[in-house]
């Protein structure tokens, strides 16, 4: 079964598709479509070719849709203050992650992610479905769940590490809603 981006397009729909699972190559899926190999994630661990001409489409719109991914991206600076704790921190010797390592890096993805998709929607404002994969929430959550909900671990972290830590997912679901947000008023129209 293709597909419901491509269903939506076939439909006569006019769809754009950021960063979902099998849209690498991007052509022929939708009006619109940034694929989710734009970010490194596990492609570049697993030795996986990437093309740029295969990352977006139409690739006609190749520099200004991957724009936001590239180097020279500056990430909001008021969202990279406000989400990650301001703290000096070093994940203890047992900890299987770096926390503070594992949001800087999905926040970076997500801010992207966001600007991609907003861009799309002022730039082609025909655009009737945008279909937007945020999926630095889940990382979040496997970084810092023990911090926000110490209970639940036989042996929990430290008190100081759940007063600074501990609010992380909750502000992670503060920056999305406000993605969110941002994404609903780049439509011309409030859309459905």
Not at 17 to 38: C, E, K, L, M, W
């Amino acid at each position: 079964e293709p597909p419901v981006w491509e269903l939506l397009e076939r439909s006569g729909v006019k769809t754009a598709v950021v960063r979902f699972n099998f849209t690498y190559p991007a052509d022929g899926q939708a009006s619109v479509v940034i694929s989710n190999h734009v970010v490194p994630d596990m492609w570049d661990a697993l030795g996986v070719d990437r093309e740029d001409r295969a990352l977006v489409s139409p690739a006609t719109r190749t520099h200004d849709l991957l724009a936001p991914f590239s180097e020279h991206w500056t990430p909001d600076a008021e969202v990279l203050h406000r989400v990650p704790p301001e703290i000096d921190w070093t994940p203890p010797h047992d900890a299987l992650m770096d926390p503070i390592a594992v949001l800087t890096k999905v926040l970076a993805y997500d801010q992207r992610t966001f600007h991609a998709a907003e861009h799309v929607l002022r730039t082609d404002p025909d655009v009737a479905v945008e279909i937007v994969h945020i999926g630095g929430f889940d990382n979040v959550c496997h970084a810092f769940w023990q911090y926000r909900f110490p209970g639940d671990f036989a042996d929990p972290p430290s008190r100081e590490d759940v007063r600074v830590l501990g609010p992380v997912i909750d502000r992670y679901l503060e920056f999305i809603d406000g993605g969110l947000a941002g994404l609903i008023a780049a439509f011309p129209s409030a859309p459905n």
